[in-house]
């Protein structure tokens, strides 16, 4: 059995992974088809989550920072924070950063002089942003880093919520609130589902399951349940 992650293998290494029962895990990367069960995060709802945290804390016009525009589990989160958002009366500006990033898509160096522009963009919006989602939290550190260089402190002028809660968005400051995509439980969910599969003879005859995990905000040390 394979537990499997990342981008779709080319054809020739993928009719040989099809023989086995497998599992993936996150979100479909691209929309080339693949095979076997998935676990992966609920992506809408931490689009949702995302903008209702925004409203309940009197943000009235908002900010998506788009990252990868053809990976499926970004656009379903950006999606939903934009229709949460306006269906709470915010108006969003999606701001692309979809240049900046490096050409590979498994690499994470980033243009920060095309960043620069972007954060420019985000500053130059109108009517005023006050509040910015960004998808995935490697790249909070760029966001602190050129809003400051325009002159805007994180978590006075502009609210930054990030993703993933990733480890290293602790040694930011202040510190951002996250929503944390629970990896853990992602990985262990993934495990026993491929166990029911190799404990089931026709499992790779069966319906192909998909489990989605939810997600939870993180605001400082205190975990909010949705």
């Not at 209702?52 to 999606?79: K, M, P, T, V």
């Not at 934009?82 to 009366?89: H, P, Q, R, S």
């Not at 404990?199 to 993180?218: A, F, H, I, K, W």
Request: glycine share 8%.
């Amino acid at each position: 059995g394979l537990i499997l992650h990342g981008y779709p293998p080319n054809d020739t290494v993928a009719d040989h992974l099809r023989d086995f029962p497998a599992v993936w895990m996150m979100s479909r990367r691209t929309a080339k088809g693949d095979w076997g069960d998935r676990v992966a995060p609920d992506n809408e709802a931490i689009g949702r989550i995302a903008a209702e945290h925004f409203l309940g804390s009197g943000h009235e016009h908002l900010a998506y920072l788009r990252i990868e525009d053809s990976h499926r589990g970004f656009q379903q989160r950006e999606q939903e924070f934009v229709v949460a958002a306006e269906e709470g009366g915010a108006t969003v500006e999606v701001v692309d950063a979809t240049h900046a990033a490096a050409p590979e898509p498994h690499q994470t160096q980033v243009d920060r002089a095309a960043f620069d522009v972007v954060v420019r963009d985000l500053v130059n919006a109108r009517p005023k942003v006050t509040a910015l989602f960004v998808p995935r939290g490697r790249w909070t550190f760029m966001v602190y880093e050129a809003l400051r260089r325009v002159g805007l402190e994180p978590g006075r002028d502009v609210h930054v919520l990030a993703c993933d809660n990733d480890p290293i968005l602790g040694g930011l400051n202040p510190a951002p609130a996250t929503i944390d995509i629970q990896p853990e439980l992602i990985g262990a969910e993934a495990v026993r589902q491929l166990l029911r599969r190799l404990e089931e003879p026709d499992s790779r005859s069966m319906t192909r399951s998909s489990l989605l995990v939810q997600p939870r905000l993180v605001v400082g040390a205190e975990t909010v349940s949705h």
